[in-house]
């Protein structure tokens, strides 16, 4: 075959293939913005077989699978943008949601739920790196994930009990909490949130 003929066939390939893609995309985001995330889902897992460096795709991918409460392949979706966008903290929020829902599955071992919640801590402390604008409700989200891993190293007679750690996490628990506290003084659902981890931090230290 002669080189123009190779050149025009690569083209009309690279052309059909980015139509089909588009074409995904555009199916799978409008039934991102209309809240229909299970229809989203086939259509951005098609994009994102088609053309595996759309950021995009995947990032919509990873929060449709989110709100299908499929955490695991949402993980996968954000680890993908990630790996694309390093400096995409909104990824690093989204996969921390997921990964700290994942660490409240209870039929999961204890090792993989401890994974989860520490990762899900690294990611919001990623996301307030990437992106200091977010640092609010990156503080909120890993105020509630310290206190959620701090419940886990605190439950009596486990393999996973660890009463400094537990203690440690409820007081960075409080420490996040308050921070979003100071910036919205009116906010009593943080107030209630900074409470409940004194609270267990009382009765962990022996102090109710």
């Known amino acids: 075959m002669r080189l123009s003929a190779i050149v025009s066939l690569i083209l009309l390939t690279s052309v059909e293939t980015s139509m089909a893609q588009n074409a995904y995309v555009r199916l799978g985001q409008q039934a991102f ?65 997921a990964k700290a829902y994942m660490g409240k599955d209870t039929y999961l071992s204890p090792a993989e739920r401890e994974k989860y919640l520490l990762g ?33 190293k605190l439950q009596p007679n486990t393999h996973s009990y660890d009463k400094a750690r537990g203690i440690s996490s409820l007081k960075a628990s409080i420490n996040d909490l308050e921070k979003v506290l100071a910036e919205n003084p009116n906010r009593a659902d943080i107030a209630s949130l900074i409470e409940l981890s004194k609270e267990k931090l009382a009765t962990a230290t022996g102090h109710h």
């Open 33 to 97: 913005m209309d809240g229909n995330f299970k229809s989203a889902v086939k259509q951005l897992e098609k994009a994102c077989m088609v053309d595996s460096t759309n950021a995009n795709a995947y990032w919509m991918l990873g929060y449709s699978y989110y709100h299908s409460q499929n955490y695991r392949k949402s993980i996968s979706a954000y680890d993908k943008v990630i790996y694309i966008n390093p400096a995409d903290a909104s990824a690093y929020y989204y996969r921390a949601r």
């Open 120 to 152: 899900a801590i690294f990611d919001l402390t990623k996301s307030i790196a990437v992106d200091p604008s977010e640092h609010v409700k990156c503080y909120q989200t890993r105020g509630i994930t310290y206190r959620e891993y701090a419940e886990f």
